[in-house]
Nanobody
Framework: QVHLVESGGGVVQPGGSLTLSCAAS???????????MNWYRQAPGGQREFVAA????????IYGDSVKGRFTISRDNAKNEMYLQMSSLKLGGTGVYYC?????????WGQGAQVTVSS
């Protein structure tokens, strides 16, 4: 069973930067590079929303409108890791950030990392 673990969350001031990591493990019949990967976030009291996505090879990315130009998603298939570099963070960036892996119709989620943007 694929296991995803997020790390790197914390408290940051508005305008600051933070990088999240997602470490993947537990692969048997498939590898990390067989999974398209995504980041989602859920603000307090809100619904989970899409943040960014990256293809299996890491050669294409897409972003939610609210983070375009400020966030960068990347992955290292040799390390089984994915990253989210966040800059110019806004107060609205507070929430739990989730790592998500998708292969065909199957998906898996991490437990989430808390990011708090506060002055």
């Amino acid at each position: 069973q694929v296991h995803l673990v997020e790390s790197g969350g914390g408290v940051v001031q508005p305008g600051g930067s933070l990088t999240l990591s997602c470490a993947a493990s537990g692969f048997t019949d498939f590898t990390f590079s067989d999974y398209a990967m995504n980041w989602y976030r859920q603000a307090p009291g809100g619904q989970r929303e899409f943040v960014a996505a990256i293809t299996r090879a890491g050669d294409n990315t897409i972003y939610g409108d609210s983070v375009k130009g400020r966030f960068t998603i990347s992955r290292d298939n040799a390390k089984n890791e994915m990253y989210l570099q966040m800059s110019s963070l806004k107060l609205g960036g507070t929430g739990v950030y989730y790592c998500n892996g998708v292969r065909g119709s199957r998906g898996c989620w991490g437990q989430g990392a808390q990011v708090t943007v506060s002055s």
